[in-house]
């Protein structure tokens, strides 16, 4: 199908050339990376820019590197990047578990994460990660620049924080100074194109920290306080897992679609946030353990 | 209009898009490369990937424009000096039926075994994992890449 819509093509050869453009466009620009869901939109009608302002170009934000603790990646590193990054596998493996769940490598040699969050799907495989490691979203304009935690990202589905006239430069994730290991797990009908129809990311410490997050199951993406508070400094055993897999159904909203009933991705969140645990839990011990086919 | 040049199979070629131009488009209608397909034309069969820069990429979701100055393969490139061992192997064990998929699977397949020239059962499924096939159930297909892989790997055409 073509795409019907007519719009202008800008490839600005500096960051404050983009910066410029989005300022006069008023909203009515769109910024152009993977394109992978944009362009599926485009075709639909459902987004109409009088502009696309390609970021490929501007190599500063290619980065994937780690800076005083931090974990940083621009807004043009693609998924394939990170399932390839030896730094990722080193420092926050998480992350490239996590992208290598998202749809297939023909996408992801496309698709970045930045983009990822900014389309803002309630599935997105990006968030648990981002979400249990508190990472922060680096945001531009030439109104100046702010960082947004990403637990202020998610507004509503396909809603962010970022303002019409800013850009995402990169996404910074703190990497703890102790021990740690997190785990995602998605639920999917197969391996390749498919959505999650839940999703539970955890991250352990070795003092037993816990962050639990949840995706696919609300409107957005979120993380959960009271299982982290019920969680808080304890081992795991059988009795406190019981009481985490009760504390689930309320907090989170999952709906009944075309992908999975309310209830089937209720008890699938109790299955998951427990194996994903016992997972990170294992895999701290020095476990082996297949973190990619745990459902 | 804008002038780009892509390296279409190794050949420079200089044509002029519309920013709203879609490379699978422009490859099959101003070029004349009919191996990409529109399966889905929205990024989840794999019937129109290609190697863009050497990278296997979807091209019903990349604007034409984006792509200036890049090298494009597709299947009409992999076999123009002969058919790959891949290529070979496919037709060996028939690894297809109707064939729709087979250009998407082939690019597939071409970019993993170049990077990958031993890759074991699991590394081939997930190489094609976004590859769609509603004939075959897969099996003489990953049967072709793995047997291309063990005996063409390292010194057969791919």
Known sequence: ?????????????????ALALLTRYQGQAKILAGATDLAVQLKEGTVTPQCLIDIKGLSELDTLAFQEGQLVIGANVTFQALVHSDLVRRELPMLG????????????????IAGNIC??????DSAPVLLVYDAVVVVTSERGTRE????????????????????????????????????????????????????????????????????????????????????????????????????????????????????????MCQVMLERALRAATGLLAGKSIDVEHLV | MKKITYVINGEARHLHVEPNDVLLDVLRDKLGLKSPKCGCDRGDC?????????????????????CDG????TVEGIGQDGLSALQEKFIALNSFQCGFCAPGVTISATELLR????????????????????????????????????????????
């Open chain 2, 46 to 66: 794999g019937a129109c990937a290609v190697l863009l820069d050497g990278k296997s990429v979807r091209s019903c979701l990349i604007l034409a424009i984006e």
């Open chain 1, 1 to 17: 199908m073509a795409i019907s819509h007519e719009f202008s093509y800008e490839k600005p050869a500096s960051l404050g050339s």
């Open chain 1, 119 to 124: 389309s803002a799907v309630p599935s997105l």
């Open chain 1, 97 to 112: 578990e996590s992208a290598l769940t998202v749809a297939s490598i023909g996408v992801r040699n496309r698709a970045t």
């Open chain 2, 70 to 73: 890049m090298a494009i393969e």
């Open chain 2, 115 to 158: 990077n990958n020239p031993r890759p074991t059962l699991d590394d081939v499924k997930e190489a094609l994992s976004g590859n769609l096939c509603r004939c075959t159930g897969y099996t003489p297909i990953i049967e072709a890449v793995l047997q291309a892989g063990n005996e063409g790997g390292e010194h057969g055409k791919l």
């Open chain 1, 148 to 267: 947004v935690p990403i637990t202020d990202w998610f507004k509503a589905p396909r809603r962010t924080a970022l303002a019409a006239d800013e850009l995402v430069v990169e996404i910074r994730i703190p990497v703890p100074a102790v021990r740690h290991r997190g785990v995602y797990v998605k639920l999917g009908r197969y391996r390749g194109e498919d959505l999650a129809q839940a999703g539970v990311g955890v991250m352990v410490t070795e003092q037993n920290e816990y962050k639990v997050a949840f995706n696919a199951v609300g409107p957005v993406p979120l993380r959960s306080a009271k299982l982290e508070a019920l969680l808080r400094g304890r081992t795991l055993d059988d009795a406190l897992l019981k009481q985490a897999r009760a504390e689930v159904p309320s907090e989170i909203s999952p709906i009944t679609d075309i992908r999975a009933s309310r209830e089937y991705r209720i008890h």
